[in-house]
């Protein structure tokens, strides 16, 4: 098993990281895998407007607004990945098995929280993501 060290800290504050997530029509600027990102209700509506039909996209946006409403899980009172600040960092890792230690630092380099993942498969192909946070 490998024991890989690394550390990335990206000091973004909760609004600039609200602006990034917010802007979906940028996603393909800066996601390798996403070639165009939509709201469905807002191109609905859009594709709506030519047909003649006075209130047709607003209709069809209210259907997807209940289809989401009728399908979604989500709790959407709470977003506990978005702190004060968020800290995100990208690894080349060989397929494996491996532990995984997470420390948080300073602005000084004072340690603040330490998480360890004795047993973290990185497989091949895919996206393989690692999601941790810290209470300070």
């Given amino acids: 098993m490998s024991n890989v060290n ?12 609200y602006q990034l997530v917010t802007n979906i029509d940028d996603y393909q600027n800066f996601l ?6 939509k709201i469905a ?3 609905i509506k859009r594709q709506a407007e ?11 946006a209210f259907g997807v607004d209940v ?5 979604e899980n989500a709790d959407l009172r709470h977003w506990s990945t978005m702190p004060g600040f968020a800290w995100v960092g ?3 890792v060989a397929p494996g098995k491996h532990i995984v230690k997470v420390v948080f630092i300073d602005k000084y380099g004072n340690t603040l929280n330490t998480k360890i993942y004795p047993n973290v498969v990185v497989n091949e192909s895919g996206l393989n993501l690692l999601q941790t946070q810290a209470h300070f």
């Fill in 50 to 60: 030519g047909s003649g039909i006075p209130f047709l996209g607003e209709v069809l």
């Fill in 41 to 43: 209700k807002d191109e």
């Fill in 6 to 17: 690394k550390s990335a800290l990206v000091n973004y504050s909760s609004q600039e990281m």
């Fill in 32 to 37: 390798p895998w996403c070639n165009g990102s």
């Fill in 90 to 92: 990208e690894f080349d």
């Fill in 67 to 71: 289809g989401v409403d009728a399908t």
